[in-house]
């Protein structure tokens, strides 16, 4: 009998997640781009800061709730 195939490992609910805010994280900084060409400083610089927020929200996610620590600590 040959052996079966491996199923592909289906990603947690936390790396599905943080793959989400991730997308959200590239929207924020072409945005951050648009307002940068269209002189907008202030709302450059707010959709940067969400981008930092959503990357670090991300890290946080794919830490899992024994490594917040680290990623907080860091």
Do not use: F, K, T, Y
Not at 20 to 47: F, K, M, P, S, T
Not at 48 to 65: F, W, Y
Request: glycine share 6%; hydrophobic share 35%.
């Amino acid at each position: 009998m040959p052996p079966r195939p491996r199923r592909r490992r289906s990603a947690s609910r936390n790396e599905r997640m943080a793959q989400r805010v991730d997308e959200l994280v590239w929207r924020h900084e072409r945005q951050a781009e648009a307002c940068r060409r269209a002189g907008d400083v202030i709302g450059e610089r707010r959709a940067r800061e969400e981008a930092r927020d959503a990357r670090r929200s991300a890290q946080i996610l794919r830490a899992g709730p024994g490594g917040v620590a680290d990623v907080m600590a860091a």
